[in-house]
């Protein structure tokens, strides 16, 4: 089994080796401030993490992703509020709290004179690993990292790519819960992207737990269960990718209808007769109309009567908006 896995079947034999059950929330964020000076970085930001889940974290540039990251990752203190991460305070108790923290930040120190194996080698010991361990740690994470072809080369002469590889390989090193990636994706090509996304998927198939910067929205859409966003440090959206893009600024719901040998008219008429419905755009083929909520059964009860009343519909389906516009609506809301 792999030492990748946080949470081992203990044996059943020997009750007092069972550990006690993991909280189910794993990160808690509670009314969250960081001043520096005169600029209030991050303004009451509270938020729970669930354990295996991967969320998303998108914010314009100095939203305040990195300064809430790095107080998450213990390296910054926050002015006020609490976070604690498998119910230990990283204010009171931030030596535990480690214990269960991965961090990848979006640049990292390389060594002068040192290869990939030896600076893997090198960080393992600052962990604490005993030899042993960290040689079991490292020869997995060389092949589930890809790192194994790289593991001779000089780490201060790695590519972007390659630096972020051995990055995200130390984040590992000593099996936390709670990953924490900062741009993680930034240097990567479209192959190592794709790569990068099925690791992801991975270490929370196995249980971990994972908080994913970027500004590649499309990018955490594909592997987040959920998304953060936050804007001039205050957090103004968490839930589905789902959800924002099958919403809209004002709560309706845009579908496309294409119909056949049909003039739009028809289905302007027809919107126009409908409660509920009304004309948005004319497409070549059909058009985009729009409902007042987007609710599942009137939604179907309208593709039914618009089918009774003979309009010969070839496709039906609701639009997505890319989450680039769900944020920028978002975002713009917000200022209002
Ligand atoms: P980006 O996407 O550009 O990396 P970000 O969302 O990570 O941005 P932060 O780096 O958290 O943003 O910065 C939030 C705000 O706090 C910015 O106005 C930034 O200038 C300010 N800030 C961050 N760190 C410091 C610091 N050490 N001293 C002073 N101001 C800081």
């Known amino acids: 089994m792999s030492t990748l896995s946080p949470v081992e079947a203990a044996p059943v034999s020997d009750a007092h080796a069972v550990p006690p059950p993991l909280p189910d929330i794993v990160v ?3 009314d969250l401030h960081r001043h520096f000076n005169n600029v209030h970085a991050v303004r009451g930001v509270s938020f729970d993490i669930r354990r295996g889940q991967v969320v998303g974290f998108i914010g314009a540039n100095g939203a305040g992703k990195t300064t809430t990251m790095r107080i998450l990752a213990t390296l910054d203190e926050p002015t006020a509020g609490t976070v604690t991460v498998n119910g230990h305070d990283l204010r009171d108790d931030p030596v535990s709290a480690r214990r269960f923290i991965g961090w990848m930040p979006d640049a990292y ?7 990939v194996a030896e600076y893997l080698d090198f960080q393992g010991r600052a962990c604490g690993l005993p030899r042993a361990l960290r040689r079991e740690r490292m020869e997995e994470i060389m092949h ?37 990636l ?17 690791l992801v998927r991975i270490l929370a198939a196995r249980g971990k737990t994972l908080f994913i910067s970027s500004h590649i929205l499309s990018e955490l859409d594909e592997m987040c269960d959920s998304l953060l966003f936050i804007d001039s440090g205050r957090l103004v959206h968490h839930g589905s990718a789902h959800t924002l893009k099958h919403g809209s600024a004002d709560g309706t719901a845009v579908f496309v209808i294409k119909v056949a040998d049909t003039p739009v008219e028809r289905l302007a008429e027809w ?3 409908n ?11 059909g058009a985009r109309l729009r409902h007042e909520s987007g609710a599942p059964a009137e939604v179907a009860a309208g593709l039914r009567r618009m ?12 639009e997505e908006r890319r989450l680039e516009e769900a944020f920028i609506d978002m975002i713009s809301n917000k200022s209002k």
């Open 307 to 318: 089918i009774l009343d003979g309009i010969p519909v070839t496709d039906f389906h609701r």
């Open 182 to 198: 900062d741009e993680p994706a930034a240097g990567l090509d479209p192959k190592a992207r794709i790569e990068f996304k099925n």
């Open 109 to 115: 120190g390389a060594y002068d004179n040192m290869t």
């Open 271 to 273: 919107a126009s007769m």
């Open 28 to 30: 808690s964020v509670r």
């Open 144 to 180: 589930f990292a890809d790192l194994l072809p790289l593991a001779d080369r000089m780490v201060n002469r790695l590519s972007k790519g390659q630096g972020q590889r051995v990055c995200f390989g130390r984040m590992l090193l000593h099996d936390p819960e709670f990953l924490l």
């Open 275 to 285: 409660p509920g419905w009304s004309f948005a755009e004319r497409l070549r083929d």
